[in-house]
T-cell receptor, first 111, second 115 residues
Framework: GQNIDQPTEMTATEGAIVQINCTYQTSGFNGLFWYQQHAGEAPTFLSY????GLEEKGRFSSFLSRSKGYSYLLLKELQMKDSASYLCAVSQGTNAGKSTFGDGTTLTVKP | DAGVTQSPTHLIKTRGQQVTLRCSPK?????VSWYQQALGQGPQFIFQYYEEEERQRGNFPDRFSGHQFPNYSSELNVNALLLGDSALYLC??????????????FGSGTRLTVV
């Protein structure tokens, strides 16, 4: 079966750094995505990892270890607008096809 | 540059009825995927269309069907609606040649309520 685990909720302080972990067990793997979803809105793409290692994009970084079935999303210099749900998704098809999503981690950033 | 457009935004249907949801992908994208998202959960993959054909399908019954048109837009049809079909239906587009880079671009979704 497909299983993606991530913490349900996290809280952090404005200006701090937070790491959101994701572990996965899927029948296929073509890449791992992170999306941000604000309440009542559509998910927006943050990052894509297909090889092991760290991908950095501004304040956001994502790490992948395929052998461990593990990824994390690192958010630096947290801002209030970063309060949202962060979704980890594993692609099992071509391009972004057939992605299995976790249930998301709700991050609350406090002043 | 227009993103993904979905219509309608909200819909209320009666159990047993049929519904059609529509999606126009982001300009330049050629692949459309449909997801169902229940409250507090992650999106669940329904199916993906590429070159007007269903390429991949998730664990959804045959009551869920779709179509992709030559202009890459897509429809999701659900027959014999059940109360459990109430959810947010998300359309996501992508470019085949991009591989996974850029991920999906999601529409704002159609909120379907079955009563």
């Amino acid at each position: 079966g497909q299983n993606i685990d991530q913490p349900t909720e996290m809280t952090a302080t404005e200006g701090a750094i937070v790491q959101i972990n994701c572990t996965y067990q899927t029948s296929g793997f073509n890449g791992l995505f992170w999306y941000q979803q604000h309440a009542g809105e559509a998910p927006t793409f943050l990052s894509y990892n297909v090889l092991d290692g760290l991908e950095e994009k501004g304040r956001f970084s994502s790490f992948l270890s395929r052998s461990k079935g593990y990824s994390y999303l690192l958010l630096k210099e947290l801002q209030m607008k970063d309060s949202a749900s962060y979704l980890c998704a594993v692609s099992q098809g071509t391009n972004a096809g057939k992605s299995t999503f976790g249930d998301g981690t709700t991050l609350t950033v406090k002043p | 540059d227009a993103g993904v457009t979905q219509s309608p935004t909200h819909l209320i249907k009666t159990r047993g009825q049929q519904v059609t949801l529509r999606c126009s992908p982001k300009s330049g994208h050629d692949t459309v995927s449909w997801y169902q998202q229940a409250l507090g959960q992650g999106p669940q993959f329904i199916f993906q269309y590429y070159e007007e054909e269903e390429r991949q399908r998730g664990n959804f019954p045959d009551r869920f069907s779709g179509h992709q048109f030559p202009n890459y837009s897509s429809e999701l049809n659900v027959n014999a609606l059940l109360l459990g079909d109430s959810a947010l239906y998300l359309c996501a587009s992508s470019l085949e040649l991009a591989g996974g880079r850029g991920g999906y671009t999601f529409g704002s979704g159609t909120r379907l309520t079955v009563v």
